[in-house]
């Protein structure tokens, strides 16, 4: 099942991936924005790179709890009932699509 990030990633923007030579720094991510730690700089600096998104890609179960951000899986799911289609349904985010077939 793909993530948001996964998702983006595969459709060519893959600004929330680590790039060659970058350590993804987990401890570091938020609910919109991944950290990636760089080489230093020529005077010794630490440098990071930012990659973010305009909405949520990741969640965490309990807000205040201190745990890690989890990726919001947005795989469709057949839905059961009488009328047949499609749903994602996870952390709060939903979306339904009712195919014309």
């Known amino acids: 099942m793909a ?3 996964d998702r983006s ?3 060519g923007c893959a600004i929330m991936l680590p790039r060659d ?3 993804e720094q987990l401890d570091m991510h938020t609910r919109a ?3 990636f730690r760089l080489p230093d700089g020529p005077d010794g600096r630490r440098c990071f790179r930012i990659g973010g998104s305009v909405g949520p890609t990741r969640y965490r179960t309990d807000p205040y709890r201190d745990e890690r951000w989890k990726p919001i899986d947005m795989a469709l799911q ?3 009932g009488d009328t047949p289609g499609l749903a ?3 952390c709060r985010y939903q979306s ?3 195919p014309t077939w």
């Open 3 to 5: 993530s948001l990030i």
């Open 9 to 11: 990633a595969a459709s």
């Open 21 to 23: 030579g970058e350590l």
């Open 33 to 35: 924005f991944s950290v």
């Open 78 to 80: 057949q839905t059961a």
């Open 88 to 90: 994602c349904d996870t």
């Open 96 to 98: 339904r699509v009712y």
